[in-house]
C-alpha cells in the first residue's frame, strides 16, 4: 500500500473580515482540488473541496448573489501550490465577535473551533493521513474590543485587558493536543486608520512576538465602504501577505 500524500491542517477564526463580508464580492476567487474545507457540523461533518458560499466561509449572499471572499481560501491555495501538498482548513468565525468569546475552552467561538477541530481530526479523511497537529492558525479579530464598537454591549476596551484575554486565548490554544510547538500562528492587521482599528495598537506594541508568530499589514488595503471591513480584493491580498508571512517562518 503507497503512502498517503502529504497534508496540512490551518484553522481559521475571528471576526467578519475572516468570515468575508457580504459585501467583499471582489477579487480573485481561487477553487482548487488540493484545498478541502469541513463543514462545521460537528460530528456529522465532512470534507468538501472548499467553496467561497459554503461553511466555513460566509454563506449570505451578497448583491446579485455573488459569494464573498475570504482570504484563508487565498492562504490556503498558495500554501497547497508551494508545498504540493493537500491543505484541510478548519474555521470559524463570527461577525462582531468580542475576544472575550474566544479567550478560554469554555467561551463560546472558541470551543466551537476547538470542537470542530477535534472531529475534523477524527475524520477518517485525516486519520488516513496520519494528520494530528495544526500546521498554521489565522486569526483576525478586534474591531468589537474598542469604545466606537457601540453595537457590542460587552467588550474590552483597553489595551492591558485586550491583551490579558488574547493571552488567555493562545494559553487555551496551547492546551490542545493538536497545537504543538511547530504550529504557527499568523495575525492580520485591522483596516488602517478606520473607524474600528484601535486594536491596531495591539500589533504595533507587539502583541505577537513568538518565533513562529507574524501578523501581516494591512497597509494599502481598500474596504467596502464603511472603513471597517475589507473588500474583496483587499482580503485576497491579506490572504497572500498571510501566506508570505508563513514562508518566513520556520
Do not use: C
Not at 128 to 141: I, N, P, S
Amino acid at each position: 500500500m503507497s503512502e498517503s500524500p502529504r497534508a496540512r491542517l490551518v484553522l481559521f477564526g475571528g471576526q467578519s473580515n475572516m468570515l468575508g463580508h457580504r459585501l467583499a464580492t471582489g477579487g480573485a476567487k481561487p477553487r482548487s482540488p488540493r484545498v478541502r474545507a469541513w463543514d462545521n457540523r460537528g460530528a456529522e461533518g465532512r470534507w468538501r473541496v472548499a467553496e467561497l458560499g459554503q461553511a466555513p466561509f460566509n454563506e449570505v449572499a451578497g448583491p446579485e448573489g455573488r459569494v464573498a471572499n475570504n482570504l484563508a481560501l487565498h492562504f490556503a491555495v498558495l500554501l497547497a501550490e508551494h508545498l504540493d501538498e493537500d491543505v484541510y482548513l478548519v474555521g470559524h468565525a463570527v461577525n462582531g465577535s468580542t475576544i472575550l468569546t474566544w479567550e478560554g475552552e469554555v467561551a463560546e467561538n472558541l470551543s466551537r473551533l476547538v470542537t470542530e477541530t477535534n472531529y475534523a481530526l477524527h475524520s477518517p479523511e485525516l486519520a488516513e493521513r496520519g494528520v494530528d497537529t495544526v500546521d498554521t492558525m489565522l486569526w483576525h479579530q478586534g474591531e468589537s474590543d474598542e469604545p466606537e464598537a457601540t453595537m457590542v454591549p460587552t467588550r474590552l476596551l483597553t489595551l492591558e485587558d485586550y491583551r490579558a484575554a488574547f493571552e488567555r486565548m493562545r494559553a487555551a490554544l496551547a492546551r490542545q493536543p493538536w497545537w504543538t510547538g511547530e504550529t504557527r500562528f499568523i495575525a492580520g492587521e485591522l483596516v488602517r486608520d478606520g473607524w474600528l482599528s484601535a486594536r491596531n495598537d495591539f500589533w504595533s506594541a507587539g502583541g505577537l512576538g513568538g518565533p513562529r508568530d507574524a501578523v501581516a499589514s494591512s497597509e494599502g488595503l481598500g474596504h467596502t465602504g464603511d472603513a471597517a471591513h475589507f473588500d474583496g480584493e483587499a482580503l485576497a491580498t491579506l490572504g497572500r501577505r498571510m501566506y508570505e508571512a508563513r514562508l518566513r517562518l520556520p
